[in-house]
C-alpha cells in the first residue's frame, strides 16, 4: 500500500514537473516557429500556426552584412563568461570567510554589502559613467564588467547561508588533519557545495546575459 502510494506520489510530480516545463519552454518554442515563417504568414496566421513551408531567411538575416548580430552576442557572451568566471571564485572565498571565520565587525561588513542588492542600479549610472570617462574606458566592454567585477552581494548571500549549514566537526577534522583555510575551501566546502555553486553559476551567467 506504501509503495503504491509513493508510485503515485512520484508520478503525480513527474507530470506537474512535465507541465511546468511545458509552460516555461512553450515562448522559446514559440519565437523559434515564429522566426521560420515567411513575413507574410506571420502577419497573416497566428503564430501557433506551423510554418508551411519553414524558412530560414530570417535567422540568416540576423548574421548577415545588413543586420550583424555576432559581435553584440560574443560581446554578450564575453562579459555574461568572465563576469562568472570572477564572481563566483570570490563569492566563495568571501561567503567562507564570512561563515567560518569570526571576526570583529564581520555581520555588520556581511550586511552592508547585502544592502548593495537594494541599491537601485539607476542610483549608481551616472557615478560609474564618470568614473569609466576617467579610466579612459566608457563606450567599451571593460565599462560593462568593471562595475561588478569580483563580487554579486547575491551570490554571497546564498553562499555564505549555504557554508554556514556545514557541520563545524568537518572543519575540525580538516584542521587535524592539517589542512588550511585555501585547502579547506577546495577539499571541503567546494564539493560539498557543488549544487549550490551550479546553480548560482546558472544564475549569474543568466543575470550578466
Same mark, same amino acid.
Do not use: C
Given at each position: 500500500?506504501?509503495?503504491?502510494?509513493?508510485?503515485?506520489?512520484?508520478?503525480?510530480?513527474?507530470?506537474?514537473?512535465?507541465?511546468?516545463?511545458?509552460?516555461?519552454?512553450?515562448?522559446?518554442?514559440?519565437?523559434?516557429?515564429?522566426?521560420?515563417?515567411?513575413?507574410?504568414?506571420?502577419?497573416?496566421?497566428?503564430?501557433?500556426?506551423?510554418?508551411?513551408?519553414?524558412?530560414?531567411?530570417?535567422?540568416?538575416?540576423?548574421?548577415?552584412?545588413?543586420?550583424?548580430?555576432?559581435?553584440?552576442?560574443?560581446?554578450?557572451?564575453?562579459?555574461?563568461?568572465?563576469?562568472?568566471?570572477?564572481?563566483?571564485?570570490?563569492?566563495?572565498?568571501?561567503?567562507?570567510?564570512?561563515?567560518? @571565520?569570526?571576526?570583529?565587525?564581520?555581520?555588520?561588513?556581511?550586511?552592508?554589502?547585502?544592502?548593495?542588492?537594494?541599491?537601485?542600479?539607476?542610483?549608481?549610472?551616472?557615478?560609474?559613467?564618470?568614473?569609466?570617462?576617467?579610466?579612459?574606458?566608457? *563606450? *567599451?566592454?571593460?565599462?560593462?564588467?568593471?562595475?561588478?567585477?569580483?563580487?554579486?552581494?547575491?551570490?554571497?548571500?546564498?553562499?555564505?547561508?549555504?557554508?554556514?549549514? @556545514?557541520?563545524?566537526?568537518?572543519?575540525?577534522?580538516?584542521?587535524?588533519?592539517?589542512?588550511?583555510?585555501?585547502?579547506? @575551501?577546495?577539499?571541503?566546502?567546494?564539493?560539498?557545495?557543488?549544487?549550490?555553486?551550479?546553480?548560482?553559476?546558472?544564475?549569474?551567467?543568466?543575470?550578466?546575459?
Amino acid at each position: 500500500m506504501a509503495s503504491t502510494k509513493r508510485a503515485t506520489e512520484k508520478r503525480t510530480a513527474q507530470l506537474v514537473a512535465l507541465a511546468v516545463a511545458a509552460v516555461l519552454v512553450s515562448p522559446f518554442l514559440l519565437v523559434i516557429n515564429a522566426a521560420v515563417m515567411t513575413p507574410e504568414q506571420f502577419a497573416k496566421d497566428s503564430v501557433f500556426a506551423l510554418p508551411t513551408p519553414p524558412v530560414l531567411d530570417n535567422l540568416l538575416a540576423l548574421i548577415g552584412q545588413d543586420a550583424p548580430m555576432l559581435d553584440p552576442i560574443g560581446r554578450t557572451v564575453f562579459v555574461s563568461i568572465v563576469l562568472m568566471l570572477t564572481q563566483i571564485p570570490v563569492s566563495v572565498v568571501a561567503a567562507y570567510v564570512f561563515a567560518t @571565520i569570526p571576526f570583529r565587525f564581520g555581520q555588520g561588513i556581511f550586511w552592508a554589502i547585502i544592502t548593495l542588492w537594494a541599491v537601485p542600479p539607476i542610483v549608481t549610472v551616472i557615478p560609474l559613467y564618470v568614473m569609466m570617462v576617467n579610466w579612459g574606458i566608457a *563606450g *567599451g566592454v571593460w565599462a560593462i564588467v568593471f562595475p561588478v567585477l569580483f563580487l554579486s552581494p547575491y551570490a554571497l548571500f546564498l553562499l555564505r547561508q549555504h557554508f554556514s549549514t @556545514i557541520p563545524r566537526e568537518l572543519f575540525d577534522a580538516a584542521r587535524v588533519d592539517g589542512a588550511g583555510h585555501l585547502r579547506m @575551501i577546495w577539499s571541503l566546502v567546494v564539493p560539498l557545495s557543488s549544487p549550490v555553486l551550479w546553480f548560482v553559476a546558472v544564475v549569474t551567467f543568466v543575470t550578466q546575459w
